[in-house]
DNA sequence: AATCAGCTGTGTATCGATACACAGATATTC
DNA sequence: GAATATCTGTGTATCGATACACAGCTGATT
């Protein structure tokens, strides 16, 4: 197929001969500079420059001295989910950061969803792990676990041998869901997915509650259960919001849960049109990120409702689009997290230091300042 | 440091051994399944779940068979731009895509701008390369080009030896040149870095050009020469520009340029207020990237300026913001790009299908239609 | 003068898998 | 019924480097 005749591979023996050294004096000419003088190191480095050796083979390299140069980061969701994802992508931007300072390579390992995912997390040449937001029963984290490397979860699960990073998500949404939801009759909730089986649709907090229209999409009937949830960051968010409703009086079954499949604006959109019209409009919505919460913001817009005067509405994560959209929002930097979980996972912490809790604080804006 | 006892990694021998089957049969049990029976297959999973066997080890097995299963990026810029810059993001979510197809995982090289940027390349274990914008005299390129893979250079440069996609960039720049330059007096350009020294300021076209101002920030006296920048992208489109502003009789002499250090619609603010005010403020300004055409908007609203009343202004690329701003820009898919140029890198195409010139076409909307 | 430490160079064993070639058993073909 | 193809299992050589231990030499230390 390929026009380039398969140029054999020069190998380090042939250097040493051509450089009229041993082997491991190119070894560590390469490898341990300091180690050799700089006449042998001269006389590798011409040797390789003339028989066009490109340095010593990652693969044995690896093989001999257990180390690859490659920090392993896996995603719950899809490989691309790295680069399309607003959150996603700060995060990265943080590992990165570290990454480059250590010198080492950052692998995104290929999952898609399919069960051969957990063949391409033990296939993976690293020397650590990074694993973003993932369900409790995905099986990539037994994968991983099997491995035997360091890894540092982020956002759950939490895993015995397993290092963990994440904010107290549920103390979060319940400061920001008292905001959102202070002088509100009829509470929404815009969340992340419940499970792997990343279902959407609207539906209401509880089962069988015939005040609260049924809903569209796909979600099974019978109401939204927070402690189901089997992403952690999901199921701590909605325990927050269910908590600064209760303390206004309130009951989880009047709420409405719309739940977005992806972290995208226009998904949201769709579905706050469907909370904010009909006799049980929400006056209150509480969305799990800036994104979904600007998609009820054009929802609401197109709607023709004023914000905070017709709808309060709250945020996550504090993005570029909150500031300018006056929207309240909790604010935790992603990029320090994955700067903080690349850390955590290539200098061996000591166990004590290994799970971490991470800042956020209450952004409050007038997308709440009810009159 | 670590608190975890530095678990021994089990060997293929020993699952084979608990098995009772031989070492090639649990190598093909892993490798091609096909190759052996159910039965010995079913023996050799519980040996290995029993044994806590991760599976083949990467590096003995990529040692052996020449294959990683890994693609290698190599960005022109910091690591962390992966993540940072929206372009760059368009482009590998392209390229994510087709990796996860191949189950190919995604490695991205930790260039930082310094000389040992070259070692990070040769030691990175992968089985292809893609280059995202390069400058012409970037070692890297001659490091990826000594290791003999297959190597697809996205934007330039071109090398022997080296697959190479990228659209025409200086006919774009001319088709785009030719709308915000119509009509025009004053022109400008705000451009990506000239060369690897990334200088930014605010200039004009031609030396010793006593007509126009002298500028700000660090670029060297004796303006700009398009044929001099050593990033192919840059050159093509000041080419691009210097071609469609001659069509209208004037001269590249007349042109104030202003080169910013990054794709940031920040900096392209600050300089476009300088490109804006002052005797010689421009009318016309044409960007080369709706980032930096995003920046400009901003700075002409602070100004009062009116587009396309007072200033006329294009982008490049149609970024979803592009849109809503009513902004003329060049539309190509970055996504699309990386997704080729991933394919080309995989699939190891033929010399004759290697070069590839990609589509793209003028988006012309308000930011130009000067009344 | 004797001792010792530091620097530089070398040879060999080894890391953990897969390519390859071969062999026996079973199924298929004419 | 013989010849041939397919399926499954095995043993050995090998991929290309680095860890380790050792040796000679130099200069410093006492």
């Given at each position: 197929m390929s026009g380039r005749t398969a140029r054999r591979r020069v190998t380090m023996a042939e250097v040493a001969r051509a450089a009229g050294v041993s082997v491991m004096t190119v070894s560590y000419a390469y490898g341990q500079p300091?180690r050799v003088?700089d006449e042998a190191r001269a006389k590798v480095r011409e040797a390789a420059e003339r028989l066009g050796y490109p340095g010593p083979h990652p693969g044995a390299r690896s093989l001999r001295s257990g180390r690859t140069g490659n920090l392993g980061v896996?995603?719950?969701?899809?490989l691309t989910?790295a680069f399309?994802?607003?959150?996603?992508?700060?995060?990265?931007?943080?590992?990165a950061?570290?990454c480059a300072?250590?010198g080492m390579a950052l692998t995104l390992v290929p999952v898609t969803?399919?069960?051969s995912d957990?063949d391409r997390v033990t296939e993976a040449a690293v020397d650590?792990?990074?694993?973003?937001?993932?369900?409790?029963?995905?099986?990539?984290?037994?994968?991983?676990?099997?491995?035997?490397?360091?890894?540092?979860?982020?956002?759950?699960?939490?895993?015995?041998?397993?290092?963990?990073?994440?904010?107290?998500?549920?103390?979060?949404?319940?400061?920001?869901?008292?905001?959102?939801?202070?002088?509100?009759?009829?509470?929404?909730?815009?969340?992340?997915?419940?499970?792997?089986?990343?279902?959407?649709?609207?539906?209401?907090?509880?089962?069988?509650?015939?005040?609260?229209?049924?809903?569209?999409?796909?979600?099974?009937?019978?109401?939204?259960?927070?402690?189901?949830?089997?992403?952690?960051?999901?199921?701590?968010?909605?325990?927050?919001?269910?908590?600064?409703?209760?303390?206004?009086?309130?009951?989880?079954?009047?709420?409405?849960?719309?739940?977005?499949?992806?972290?995208?604006?226009?998904?949201?959109?769709?579905?706050?049109?469907?909370?904010?019209?009909?006799?049980?409009?929400?006056?209150?919505?509480?969305?799990?990120?800036?994104?979904?919460?600007?998609?009820?913001?054009?929802?609401?817009?197109?709607?023709?409702?004023?914000?905070?005067?017709?709808?309060?509405?709250?945020?996550?994560?504090?993005?570029?689009?909150?500031?300018?959209?006056?929207?309240?929002?909790?604010?935790?930097?992603?990029?320090?997290?994955?700067?903080?979980?690349?850390?955590?996972?290539?200098?061996?912490?000591?166990?004590?230091?290994?799970?971490?809790?991470?800042?956020?604080?209450?952004?409050?804006?007038?997308?709440?300042?009810?009159?």
């Open positions: 300091g003088s896996v995603l719950g969701e899809h989910y399309d994802d607003p959150q996603a992508t700060r995060f990265l931007s943080g590992v950061q570290v300072d250590h969803g399919s069960p957990v650590a792990f990074v694993v973003w937001t993932t369900a409790d029963d995905d099986p990539v984290i037994d994968a991983i676990s099997a491995t035997g490397l360091p890894a540092v979860v982020h956002g759950g699960p939490r895993r015995d041998g397993l290092s963990f990073v994440a904010a107290d998500d549920r103390a979060a949404a319940t400061a920001v869901g008292r905001e959102v939801f202070a002088g509100a009759r009829r509470p929404g909730v815009l969340s992340f997915p419940l499970d792997r089986a990343r279902l959407s649709g609207v539906t209401s907090g509880a089962p069988l509650n015939d005040a609260l229209p049924a809903g569209s999409g796909p979600l099974p009937p019978g109401g939204i259960d927070p402690d189901a949830s089997t992403f952690r960051v999901t199921r701590q968010r909605l325990r927050g919001y269910r908590d600064a409703w209760a303390e206004t009086g309130g009951d989880w079954s009047q709420v409405r849960v719309a739940v977005c499949s992806t972290n995208s604006a226009r998904e949201a959109e769709t579905f706050a049109a469907e909370l904010l019209t009909g006799p049980y409009a929400c006056d209150a919505i509480a969305a799990m990120s800036d994104e979904l919460a600007l998609g009820v913001l054009r929802a609401a817009t197109r709607l023709g409702l004023t914000v905070p005067g017709g709808l309060t509405l709250s945020g996550w994560d504090d993005s570029d689009a909150a500031a300018p959209a006056g929207l309240t929002t909790v604010a935790q930097s992603l990029r320090d997290q994955g700067a903080r979980c690349a850390r955590t996972a290539l200098d061996h912490l000591t166990p004590a230091d290994r799970d971490t809790e991470v800042a956020w604080h209450l952004i409050s804006r007038t997308s709440t300042r009810r009159a």
